[in-house]
């Protein structure tokens, strides 16, 4: 009989990885955080609103990218 061996990440685990693809591999941590994360839950609407308001809808960077 054969048993599948799966491993539980710890948080431990994943913040190593994390701290090492931030050190040694940034192509693949923006990736990862583009991935699990929304920057625009971050930003407050007041503020996004604001930003566009005073600065215009025409930007060459949007607000998340700042």
Known sequence: MSFN??????FGDLYEQAKDWAQNDKPQFLEMLDQYLDL???IP????????????????YDLESM
């Open 40 to 42: 625009s839950e971050f």
């Open 5 to 10: 061996s799966k491993k539980q990440l710890s």
């Open 45 to 60: 609407f007041s503020f996004y609103t604001a930003y566009y308001k005073y600065f215009g809808r025409k930007r060459e």
